[in-house]
């Protein structure tokens, strides 16, 4: 669960962990097509956050930038917000060549992309409501 | 003005992000496509144009190791039949004013910016094929 520090006003920590609203306004309800769709967007979204991991880790800036926005685009239309903003701070990031910058928004995909893959996961087992924060 | 039907239409889908791209096909559908082609990146699309032979293609422009921009110069140079005249939207996240002149050069109808919207792609989709419609002799 993401839980706003005080004075913490980072898009990240400000956006939802999962928004169900991108998959209700294209299914109407939260049923299994939108489950299935959503877990495409994690299996897909995984390898491309290995990339960036490996990218980096050689400062391969090119190849971090390509897969930083092909992983954000497909965030931020699965409705996982708090990832997009931060792989938004880790385009910027690699963009600049930054690597200690990238290497510190990095460190946080990981956790979060993890709790995506919760909240879908929990998806099949308990009614959505309107996200997950 | 005539209203397109959109069943009637083949819509080649061009994005690199599996997930988007299936996203993108899903709302086409739901829109009323029934006929929808698919392809990775550029080369994969111009590999593809003459058997998919789509009346519209929405694309994205960031894809390797063909992007957009560079697979619309080069659909404008085909010999497919339709090459010179196919409508083409561009499904993106890149609105820098070089990019769109560029694109608008390429004879690009239309944007769609990421996140893809469903009422957004239907009205982007819909006016363009309108305005195909009516470009028709």
């Not at chain 1, 991991?53 to 917000?81: C, F, M, Q, T, Y």
């Not at chain 1, 995506?116 to 087992?125: F, I, K």
């Not at chain 2, 006929?35 to 990146?41: K, L, N, S, V």
């Not at chain 2, 769109?100 to 109808?109: D, Q, T």
């Amino acid at each position: 669960m993401s839980v706003p520090t005080p004075g913490d006003a980072s898009p990240a920590a400000r956006a939802e962990i999962l928004d169900l609203e991108r998959m209700r306004e294209i299914f109407g309800t939260i049923d299994g097509n939108a489950i299935t769709m959503l877990r495409r967007y994690i299996e897909s979204t995984a390898p491309l956050l290995a990339e960036i991991g490996r990218a980096i880790a050689a400062h391969r800036a090119e190849d971090a930038g390509n897969a930083v926005h092909s992983a954000k685009g497909a965030s931020l239309s699965a409705g996982a917000d708090e990832l997009a903003a931060l792989l938004a701070e880790l385009e910027t990031a690699t963009k600049a060549k930054a690597w200690d910058a990238a290497q510190a928004a990095h460190v946080q995909v990981e956790p979060a992309f993890r709790r995506v893959q919760e909240a879908v996961m929990r998806l099949g087992a308990e009614p959505a409501t309107t996200g997950v924060r | 003005m005539m209203e397109p039907d959109a069943a009637a239409v083949r819509v080649l889908v061009v994005e690199d992000n599996d997930f988007i791209r299936e996203l993108v096909v899903t709302m086409l559908r739901e829109i009323g496509f029934r006929d929808i082609a698919q392809a990775r990146d550029g080369h994969d699309a111009l590999s593809q144009i003459e058997t998919a032979d789509p009346g519209l293609i929405i694309c994205d422009i960031s894809m390797q190791p063909m992007d957009g921009l560079e697979f619309v110069e080069t659909l404008r140079q085909h010999s497919w039949p339709h090459a010179a005249e196919v409508p083409v939207i561009f499904l993106t996240s890149h609105t820098e004013a070089p990019i769109v002149k560029r694109a608008f050069k390429l004879g690009v109808e239309a944007y769609v910016v990421k996140p893809v919207q469903k009422k957004q792609l239907e009205v982007r989709v819909m006016t363009t094929l309108e305005r195909a419609l009516a470009r028709r002799p």
